[in-house]
């Protein structure tokens, strides 16, 4: 943990300035993701004439077909908009992956739509199985919660009974929350292993980062619970270069550290072959 730690450290001398000025790009495609879709929203609710009425576009939606045709072209733009969110924000994870390791690719390959469009399936099939970890750890907190509903709704319960109950139903919440946590660290892997392979498919990525942290999520959930008070900084101007640099790094250095490769620092980018199209990291037995 501490030579995790330290070389972080030491790798934020230079990136800070340029990965905060670059993660403005993200932020504005997010703002106009979220304008898009309020705007089609407010059109398909309320009309595109009472939306624009007033302002200089106001000729522009008169007829019938400009005013139908907004509403979806709105949409249209917040869907592209988050897709460059998307492929944005793996962008700033590849700044952070390339200052580790100056033989990958450098980050400039991954500003496409296809970026995009891989790293949002990415990002929802990790949030099905993250929510269904969750969901599963967090079961008996919601049974036991149930039963003392239906139990204080019928028949009634003693203070004593009724305050051990929700005791044990908090109890078991908090316990559920920790385990899900450190169940979905297995999964700390799966974006660095889709920017050493940008041809992988992400079910691969996300199979083989399971397979790789296979006794290091201890090291992987302890890694993120000390980033925590780094990614606090973010909410005091004058420190948030360092915290979201460092917080970025640790979990860079985590998952090199994890992957077990040696790295050789050079000044230029090498060449990286890529065999098939469906590479992949399979358990060796």
């Known amino acids: ?24 790009l993200p932020q504005a495609a997010l703002i106009g993701c979220a304008v898009s879709l309020l705007t089609g929203t407010l059109c398909a609710a309320y009309g ?20 139908k045709a907004t509403p979806w072209l709105c949409f249209i733009a917040s869907l592209l908009f988050l897709i460059w969110f998307r492929a944005l924000r793996f962008t700033l994870r590849a700044v952070y992956y390339h200052q580790a390791d100056a033989n990958q690719l450098p980050p400039r390959s991954f500003i496409s739509l296809k970026t995009g469009l891989r790293t949002l399936y990415c990002d929802l099939q990790l949030g099905l199985r993250k929510s269904g970890w969750f969901a599963l750890f967090l079961l008996p907190a919601g049974i036991t919660a149930l039963l003392l509903w239906l ?27 920790a385990t899900a946590f450190f169940v979905n660290r297995r999964y700390c892997l799966t974006r660095y292993l889709m920017y050493l392979n940008p041809m992988i498919r992400v079910r691969d ?6 397979l790789l942290t296979r006794g290091r999520r201890g090291l992987a959930a302890a890694c993120r619970l000390s980033a925590l008070p780094w990614q606090a900084l973010r909410f005091f101007a004058p420190a948030r270069p360092f915290g979201n640099a460092y917080a970025a790094l640790l979990d860079t250095v985590l998952c090199e550290t994890i992957f077990a490769e040696d790295k050789t ?21």
């Open 205 to 210: 990525a996300i199979t083989s980062g399971v």
């Open 151 to 177: 139990i204080l709704r019928r028949r009634g319960l003693p203070a004593p009974l009724l305050f051990a109950g929700a005791a044990l139903a908090g109890l078991q919440l908090l316990c559920g929350a």
């Open 1 to 24: 943990m501490f030579a995790i730690k330290t070389r972080a450290r030491y790798l934020t001398h230079g990136i800070k300035t340029k990965a905060m000025l670059f993660s403005l």
């Open 48 to 67: 595109t004439g009472a939306v624009f009425a007033g302002s200089p576009a106001e000729g522009i939606f008169r007829s019938a077909a400009a005013a």
């Open 265 to 285: 620092k050079i000044k230029a980018p090498a060449v990286t072959f890529f065999i098939g199209k469906k590479t992949k990291i399979t358990e060796l037995k």
